[in-house]
């Protein structure tokens, strides 16, 4: 599937967070959306999976107007985990899990051979299958979120919508779970705060400062020191990795060291 953001606009009590942003993510692509706290990433996302309407501005699926699907037709088409996605019932993992399903079914809501495996595909993938029978707000931090991000893969969507996915996940889990909705089949779509986990997973990437899309293009065309030091008030010096020859990032402070007195 095929997204295309153009000239979106979102306005809350006269405050402007995002300004006439334009992008788009190919069918199958890895699309990153980085800048720093404050920058509008999770507004712009918001309303991609429709928890905000721009006040201007248009979001689109392989061409189609998402705004004018309904949140049943939308959520076939479209999975999301939100940077916030708190649960305050103590339901079992495998229940949670199963949500995921729930635009698949008919209105009987009964689950079926189908539902079934692609939850216990989902859970297996994320390396969560243990914890089925576990009950949510028993897991810690990176449990829940492996949990709900097998939610999203659940659903099965051509689109996967992601607000920091590797929240409070360990460096290897973080490392598995862009590997993983990588090559779950969807185009993704995500922000993130590390720059080298985007630079190694993203195909693209989406720079937005002060709720605007200053730079977009490959990861190596787009990290670049002057911007990095523009956007993000930071030194970088961008090395190969010894291994893979993927572009990584090392920080400085931008300015002067201080030192002891």
């Known amino acids: 599937m095929r997204i295309d953001i153009e000239d979106l606009t979102v306005e809350i009590a006269g405050a402007r967070l995002v300004s006439d942003a334009t992008l788009g993510a190919g069918q199958g692509q890895l699309v990153g959306l980085v800048g720093p706290n404050g920058s509008g990433k999770s507004t712009l ?16 699926l392989d061409g189609e107007d998402l705004y004018a699907m309904s949140p049943r037709e939308s959520a076939r088409r479209l999975a999301a985990l939100p940077q916030e996605a708190a649960s305050e019932f103590d339901f079992t993992v495998a229940e949670v899990v199963a949500m995921g399903r729930t635009p698949h079914q008919s209105s009987v809501g009964r689950a079926t051979e189908a539902d079934r495996t692609a939850c216990a595909r989902a859970l297996a993938g994320v390396g969560a299958a243990h914890l089925a029978d576990r009950g949510f707000l028993t897991l810690s931090g990176g449990e829940k979120q492996r949990v709900l991000i097998a939610r999203a893969l659940a659903q099965e969507p051509r689109l996967l919508v992601l607000d920091e ?8 889990q973080q490392l598995d779970v862009l590997a993983l909705v990588r090559d779950s089949g969807p ?11 985007a630079a190694l997973h993203c195909d693209l990437l989406h ?3 002060g709720g605007r899309i200053v730079a977009s293009g490959a990861p190596y065309d ?11 008030g930071v030194r970088a010096h961008r090395v190969p990795h010894p291994e893979t020859g993927a572009l990584q990032l090392l920080f400085d402070r931008l300015g002067p060291a201080r030192t002891d007195s």
């Open 187 to 197: 185009t993704v779509l995500t922000s993130l705060h590390d720059l080298n986990l």
């Open 222 to 232: 787009v990290l670049t020191p002057e911007l990095l030091a523009e956007v993000f």
């Open 207 to 209: 720079v937005i400062a």
């Open 45 to 60: 996302l918001r309303c991609v999976y429709r928890a905000l309407r721009p006040s201007a501005g248009t979001v689109r």
């Open 165 to 172: 996915p590797t929240n409070h996940l360990d460096i290897a």
